[in-house]
């Protein structure tokens, strides 16, 4: 391996890195409050605590429809979005933006899901001690599901580490940019086994990391 390739492999590694943790960031911080609006507006009998089917169908279809909106179209569609919020519509920056707005919807559920898994008799004991229901989200809901969201937070990272791979077809940088400049178009095939590994490693860095998380949390209950 010459050291032009290490550089570069270097380099596009540290992006993906950057991509990531901060698409993972912003998705939270737009996905988490769906989540719990889902469940909390959700029928009575499955956890809601303030049912409102209308506000609650209505939320639901726009996190269907952006959920099943191909990533590969999104990217393409968010390029001005991009350009207005970071200043450009290429690289690493460009590339958070529709990352973040992919992952937002699939986080929504995800946390949905996991509210949803939460003992109904743990709520109905924090109600009977007079909880708010700001108090029942925060205090209650959120700590009891927290190994199924980190779960859930450890599979929403390893998609956004295969979408921050699918954006390099439009210039997003990291090992996915590198793969298709120098592996594919250069023919170059060992650029583009060093990302396809890079990538390997990292999901199952990932993941052995978040298993081991929700086992250590699961181990204290």
């Known amino acids: 391996m ?3 390739l290490i550089s570069q492999v270097m380099e596009a590694t540290g992006e993906t890195l950057i991509m990531v943790l901060f698409s ?5 911080v737009l996905g988490l409050p769906i989540g719990v609006l ?20 209505v939320l639901s279809r726009i996190v269907n429809v952006l959920r099943s909106f191909p990533f ?23 590339a958070i933006v529709p990352l973040s707005i992919a992952a937002a919807p699939f986080v929504a ?7 949803k898994e939460v003992d109904p008799g743990v709520l109905q004991a924090a109600k009977a001690m007079g909880s ?9 809901l959120l700590p009891e599901a927290m190994p199924a969201l980190i779960s859930g937070l450890t599979l929403t990272i390893i998609n956004l580490i295969g979408y921050s791979a699918m954006a390099g077809t439009i210039g997003g940088g ?18 583009l086994v060093a990302a396809v590994i890079i990538i390997l490693i990292m999901v199952e ?3 052995v990391a978040g298993d081991m998380i929700v086992k250590k949390m699961m181990s204290k209950r």
């Open 174 to 191: 990291g090992l996915g940019d590198l793969a298709i400049r120098y592996g594919y178009q250069r023919f170059r095939p060992s650029y």
């Open 109 to 115: 559920r995800i946390i949905e899901s996991a509210l």
């Open 72 to 94: 590969i179209i999104l990217l393409i569609v968010l390029i001005p979005l991009s350009r207005v919020i970071v200043g450009t519509s290429i690289g690493t920056k460009a």
């Open 132 to 140: 708010t229901n700001w108090q029942l989200v925060y205090k209650v």
């Open 2 to 4: 010459d050291a032009q």
């Open 205 to 207: 860095i990932i993941q």
């Open 38 to 57: 889902l469940h909390i507006t959700g029928k009575e009998e499955s956890g809601g605590i303030i049912p409102s089917p209308v506000f609650n169908n």
């Open 24 to 28: 993972t960031v912003f998705s939270l």
